[in-house]
């Protein structure tokens, strides 16, 4: 079992950037960032393999970065160049197994953990 809180969220304005942080109680394979809006399906924002492996969904590659320190069982989403449509509540998931490959490893039926969420609000 592992458990994850998620820190880092808040308000900031369009073109700010936040840095989102996932501390893990323990050791998991594939770990992932998810968002979900009101009203709206949660989605994968990215995911990353313990290799470093790394998969972006289209609406956030070249503005967020995702990484990982296994030493420190911590999991990172550093957002860029933010928008109004990022806003959301974003949630850290972590599975003992790989992750699936490419854009299926954004798919939260991949995922055994869930931490309960950051709110980020993006105001334009």
């Known amino acids: 079992q592992v458990q994850l809180v998620e820190s880092g969220g808040g308000s900031v304005q369009a073109g700010g950037s936040l840095r989102l942080s996932c501390g893990a109680s323990?050791?998991?394979?594939?770990m992932a960032w998810f968002r979900q809006a009101p009203e709206e399906q949660r989605e994968g924002v990215a995911s990353i393999e313990t290799d470093g492996t790394t998969t972006y969904a289209h609406s956030v590659k070249g503005r967020f970065t995702i990484s990982r320190d296994d030493a420190n069982h911590t999991l990172y989403l550093q957002m860029n160049s933010l928008k109004p449509e990022d806003t959301a509540m974003y949630y850290c998931?972590?599975?003992?197994?790989?992750?699936?490959?490419?854009?299926?490893?954004?798919?939260?039926?991949?995922?055994?953990?869930w931490g309960r969420g950051t709110q980020v609000t993006v105001s334009s």
């Open positions: 998931a972590a599975d003992d197994a790989d992750c699936y490959p490419g854009s299926w490893s954004l798919r939260d039926e991949g995922f055994t953990y």
């Open positions: 323990g050791v998991a394979h594939c």
